[in-house]
């Protein structure tokens, strides 16, 4: 296994959100309000809490022949993203029937992307190629998204 705790600690002072880490192994399961939450790697605003499953950092590394420690810190660093998001709020406010795929949820991941470019300046190809392949799942259709919201991303 590697080494998650010394990221862990690089970071933790800039959120005070708690950061939990799960395996599949595990299968925690998260209830708010009496509904399951997905924990695949997230910030759940409505307790502090930024979760990420190892074991799909692994697979992603994995598949792009990548570090893991690399993966881990740039999810990471873009979940920190989200709890630092003063936008957060008012944005998940704005969903409609927990929609799949919105320009609001798009929104609400161009925001904490942009504040994971300020915790790490110098981003690497790997961090730039992490973040379009992100963005490019939460706007599958609608290129017009990218364009309007990060056209310096892709």
């Given at each position: 296994?590697?080494?998650?705790k ?117 981003q ?26 990060c056209?310096?991303?892709?």
């Amino acid at each position: 296994m590697f080494n998650l705790k010394g990221i862990v600690e690089k970071y933790q002072s800039l959120t005070s959100a708690e950061i939990s880490l799960h395996s599949l192994r595990v299968n925690p399961t998260i209830w708010i309000d009496e509904e399951e939450v997905d924990i695949f790697c997230s910030y759940i605003q409505e307790i502090n809490l930024i979760t990420i499953l190892i074991d799909e950092v692994i697979m992603i590394a994995r598949d792009n022949n990548w570090e893991p420690e690399e993966v881990f810190e740039y999810i990471l660093v873009h979940e920190i993203g989200h709890s630092l998001d003063p936008e957060l709020e008012e944005l998940n406010s704005q969903l409609v029937n927990n929609e799949e795929l919105s320009e609001v949820k798009f929104r609400a991941e161009v925001n904490a992307w942009k504040i994971a470019d300020t915790i790490i300046p110098e981003q690497t190809l790997r961090y730039k190629i992490l973040r379009a392949n992100c963005l490019e799942a939460y706007s599958e259709g609608h290129p017009e998204w990218r364009d309007k919201w990060c056209p310096d991303y892709f």
